[in-house]
């Protein structure tokens, strides 16, 4: 199997740091996280953020169908350099956030080590193909995973937890030193899985209503859900005494079902 990464550093030497490239290299990794992509749903994946194509190769050696997003022009023109021979890999030179559902398959499986600096917004933006999505796997940075995969009453627990909550069931695979990835990296990563739950709101605009409520309900985490909601639902304290007998409860108290159901008393 072609060694992409000490290919591309021989060639150009070192990464894109605006881009804040950091490529897993341990293959004992790279294999763990190909054995938790459910091919028996779909035999297609799309990879955001490929790099230097470690994780690509695998992918394609299994024999999936791979589309692997890459916003770098010099990586991209690498991979179709080097991996050419493949013809089940589709190169997508573009920035994700730009993605659009006719870019992608009918059915696919999400997977990707995502540039920390953009991983919420990614992970965000996966919902939009949220009907066609059978699974994701991704690597984030340790911290953020832990607010992405909080729980009520801790000190992780923000408006991500309870959107990602909403979308997704959330297993975390792993912890990774900064020892495995090119160029080494103080920074430790988690690899979380996510499975797409059945979703409470069919009408996209009271989705996007209640995303929105639940991230005006974070705002001021250590104040209470009537100080941070009080200037737009006038009604909020008769809400908060009804649903759950306390005016003063903070966001980090309530549970995703919590949310939904402040959502419905207040729309």
């Not at 070192?14 to 881009?19: D, E, L, P, R, T």
């Amino acid at each position: 199997m072609l060694k992409l990464t000490k290919i591309f550093r021989e060639e150009f030497g070192g990464v894109n740091k605006h881009f804040g490239q950091h490529f897993l290299v341990n293959n004992h990794f790279l294999d763990e996280i190909v054995s938790h992509i459910d091919f028996s749903k779909t035999n297609s994946v799309v990879e955001i953020g490929p790099g230097c194509g470690a994780l690509t190769v695998k992918l394609l050696e299994f024999g999936a169908e791979t589309t692997a997003i890459e916003i770098d022009d010099k990586l991209a023109e690498f991979l179709k350099r080097y991996l050419f021979y493949y013809d089940n890999l589709h190169i997508i030179n573009m920035d994700f956030l730009k993605i659009t559902p006719e870019d992608l398959p009918d059915k696919f499986f999400f997977v990707g080590n995502l540039p920390y600096n953009l991983s919420t917004k990614i992970l965000m933006k996966t919902t939009e193909f949220h009907s066609r999505n059978v699974g994701m796997i991704f690597m984030f940075q340790k911290e953020v995973a832990s607010r992405i995969n909080a729980s009520p009453g801790t000190k992780d627990y923000s408006w991500i937890s309870v959107v990602s909550d909403y979308y997704y069931n959330i297993k975390r695979i792993r912890h990774i030193g900064g020892g495995n990835f090119w160029p080494k990296t103080k920074v430790e990563s988690t690899v979380l899985k996510f499975s797409p739950k059945k979703l409470y709101f069919s009408d996209k605009l009271k989705e996007a209503n209640f995303i929105t409520l639940v991230k005006k309900a974070f705002i001021q985490k250590r104040k209470t859900l009537k100080n941070n909601l009080q200037n737009e639902f006038p009604d909020i304290e008769a809400a908060l005494e009804t649903l759950f007998g306390n005016k003063q409860i903070r966001a980090e108290q309530l549970y995703l079902k919590d949310f939904i159901a402040l959502y419905d008393y207040l729309y």
